[in-house]
């Protein structure tokens, strides 16, 4: 059973526009939680974390959102830059580390 | 869906000793393999890049002869830390790649080694 999911595969977004990529997740006893960004052939770069007691972490244009009651956790990319076209990944950290499967996004020039 | 299991999950080990971390991939054949450290709250470390019957590809700064990389097939890869040390407690991730036209990976949940 997936702790960790990213139910959509890909995302398209036009250059400039909010990139929103989303992931849910089951046990409320996590600590924390974690996106990577992921270019091909290269290994996931961390963009950004969030602590299980906050509800927002901000750092340049990424913002993460952590909506505890619905397990839900959303990274917000403003502006989108064509360069942040990647595989996002969001993972959640309590014993053992737990990954989705990943969104694909592309920023349309 | 693609599942990749890492074993052991949790391992303490004495000083000196060599520990061997598998990496399964349980659905699915994984022509490549990679291996990470993640510490705590860090950016996931990118050891080596490991392909199904030949040598694995380091990453600067990774000691091949420390951290030996064997991938003998289709569905597994093994990392051997030699002569642990306390500075080698870490996680240990993997991750398995489905499709080399895709890109899709998986990862593995990750082994927690803790050096006495």
């Known amino acids: 059973d997936q702790q960790v999911k990213q139910n959509s595969p890909s995302l398209s977004v036009q250059e400039g526009r909010i990139s929103i990529l989303n992931c849910d997740y089951t046990?409320?006893?996590?600590?924390?939680f974690l996106w990577y960004k992921k270019y091909p052939a290269e290994g996931p770069t961390f963009l950004i974390s969030?602590?299980?007691?906050?509800d927002k972490n901000e750092d340049g244009r990424f913002t993460v959102f952590l909506n505890k009651s619905a397990k839900h956790l959303s990274l917000h990319i403003v502006p989108s830059q064509p360069g942040d076209s990647a595989v996002y990944f969001c993972a959640a950290v309590g014993n053992q580390f737990y990954f989705g499967t990943g969104t694909s996004l592309t920023v349309i020039p | 869906g693609a599942v990749v299991s890492q074993h052991p999950s949790w391992v303490i080990c004495k000083s000196g000793t060599s520990v061997k971390i598998e990496c399964r991939s349980l659905?699915?054949?994984?022509?490549?393999m990679f291996w990470y450290r993640q510490f705590p709250k860090q950016s996931l470390m990118l050891m080596a890049t490991?392909?199904?019957?030949?040598?694995?590809?380091?990453e600067q700064g990774v000691e091949k002869d420390k951290f030996l990389i064997n991938h003998a097939s289709l569905t597994l890869s093994t990392l051997t830390v030699t002569s642990a040390h306390p500075e080698d407690s870490s996680f240990y991730i993997c991750?398995?790649?489905?499709?080399?036209?895709?890109?899709?990976?998986?990862f593995g949940e990750g082994s927690r080694l803790t050096v006495l």
């Open positions: 046990n409320s006893m996590f600590d924390y």
């Open positions: 490991s392909n199904e019957g030949s040598k694995a590809t380091y």
């Open positions: 969030i602590s299980s007691i906050k």
């Open positions: 991750s398995a790649l489905r499709t080399r036209n895709t890109g899709e990976l998986f």
């Open positions: 659905d699915f054949q994984a022509t490549t």
